[in-house]
């Protein structure tokens, strides 16, 4: 593939699994916008229940990424605000709305984002080795997954190019809990 760059993604922080089902990104224009019109499918996100003010949530890329994007679903739960408090970095929400169970919209204030059962696809500016963040806010559980293109790549990056690497992510997430 010329021109190309694999990508892998490995994650570090509080989780207690990955899932690789689809059917939590089945609103598609929560997920998508006119930049982004793939949803990350069952490429894999990491699910997390948050609580964890001192523990910081990381995504690394092994070569750097422009642009990446992140797709975060039912952040919150009905009455419950739960927030994604980023270390590093600008970003927009691009898309938000209902999801799988139903759902409000996502809040941005500096760099947090804010949610009640909230769904949405964020965009950050730049260029990137690691995505950093706290989940001060405990529930149930919410998830996040990302996305991007590889710097350097002039042709227009899927969804599908970083998120292979998530079934790495899955493994190590998974190891790491067997051993804890």
Do not use: C
């Amino acid at each position: 593939m010329f021109g190309m760059t694999n990508v892998t993604v490995t994650y570090t922080g509080e989780t207690f699994g990955m899932d690789t089902s689809a059917y939590i990104y089945d609103v598609p224009s929560s997920f998508t916008n006119a930049e982004v019109t793939n949803t990350p499918g069952s490429n894999g996100t990491i699910l997390m229940s948050g609580g964890g003010p001192y523990v910081v949530n990381n995504f690394h890329f092994s070569s750097p990424v422009t642009n990446p994007y992140l797709d975060m679903f039912s952040v919150g739960q009905g009455g419950v605000p739960v927030s994604f408090v980023f270390q590093n970095g600008s970003f927009t929400i691009l898309a938000q709305g209902s999801g799988h169970w139903g759902g409000g919209t996502l809040t941005q204030s500096g760099m947090t984002v804010t949610g009640v059962e909230g769904n949405g696809l964020l965009k950050f500016s730049g260029t990137y080795t690691d995505i950093s963040f706290i989940t001060p806010n405990g529930e149930y559980y919410y998830g996040a997954t990302v996305g991007g293109m590889v710097s350097g790549v002039p042709e227009p990056a899927t969804y599908a190019m970083l998120l292979a690497g998530l079934g790495l992510t899955g493994a190590l997430a998974r190891r790491k809990n067997k051993q804890q």
